[in-house]
């Protein structure tokens, strides 16, 4: 538990070095330069715990429940995120840094029937655009999570308000 920590302690001041020159490099979006980078670090933070599986009603990466991932994502670099986990074809929110309307945390909450990323999880594939989420409007990126028999358990997702 300790070493899968440290890695992805290590990864992500990797990826957070990075993120400077990352941002440098694209001037015409940089607002999809932050979605695209957060994502990353995110994926690679939660991927170096271990492989994702569903327990129960919770979502692991090896031995850590997810929601132990996101909070030092967005500490360090701003934003919003969450990871979510599947449920039928809904996505429910297991981790998050969002707050509903009334300021009480999003944890719990299912992803919005009406969002544009809805069906490209449900078919496997990343949404990246423009979403809105308990009345605000990110610049967003949504990628499916996958156990290791590559069924979707869930997704990541990642938002800036614009």
């Known amino acids: 538990m300790y070493r899968n920590s440290l890695i992805a302690w290590l990864l992500s001041v990797c990826f957070m ?81 969002l707050k509903k309307e009334d300021g009480s945390s999003a944890v719990g909450t299912a992803l919005d029937a009406n969002s544009p990323a809805l069906a490209k999880l449900n078919n496997g594939a990343p949404y990246y655009g423009e979403a809105t989420v308990f009345g605000e409007t990110y610049n967003a990126g949504y990628e499916p999570i996958k156990d290791a028999s590559g069924a979707v358990v869930g997704a990541y997702f990642v938002g800036f308000p614009k």
């Open 17 to 97: 070095a990075l993120i400077p020159r990352v941002g440098a490099a694209q001037t015409a979006k940089p607002d999809t330069s932050r979605v695209t980078t957060s994502m990353a670090v995110l994926q690679s933070t939660a991927g170096a715990l271990g492989t994702p599986k569903v327990q129960g009603k919770d979502l692991y990466f090896g031995n850590t429940k997810a929601a132990d991932v996101v909070g030092a994502l967005v500490d360090k670099l701003g934003g919003a995120a969450s990871i979510l986990l599947k449920n039928g074809d809904q996505y429910v929110r297991v981790a998050t840094t």
